[in-house]
């Protein structure tokens, strides 16, 4: 007799972006702004990029802690099971992201 296990899912959940509790109003207008309403819509992106384009789109250089939650969306998106610490956007901020991106590297 053959037995079939069901590999588990891998993909993400898709969640509405207002419905992120560790985004700001201010990250999540700023999302609104660039047309991103669900997490699907980041997912294999750079939260990078969606600041510069948020900057371009307000004709304003953005606060830095917009751009740190928007790695921190990106993560979450892209990440099936997220570690809780790395949910805060301070976690995010240049200096850890410059360690994390040299750690990478050492693989």
Do not use: H
Not at 40 to 59: A, M, R, T
């Amino acid at each position: 007799m053959k037995m079939f296990f069901r590999k588990k899912d891998k993909t993400p959940k898709n969640y509405k972006i207002d419905e992120l509790s560790f985004l700001t109003d201010e990250a999540k207008e700023a999302f609104r702004v660039l047309e991103i309403t669900e997490t699907s819509q980041l997912i294999g992106k750079e939260g990078d990029n969606f600041y510069l384009d948020y900057c371009v789109e307000s004709g304003d250089v953005a606060d830095k802690v917009i751009l740190y939650e928007m790695r921190t969306a990106v993560y979450f998106a892209n990440t099936p099971k997220p570690d809780e610490k790395k949910l805060r956007w301070w976690y995010w901020k240049d200096s850890n992201k410059e360690k994390e991106d040299m750690s990478e590297d050492d693989e």
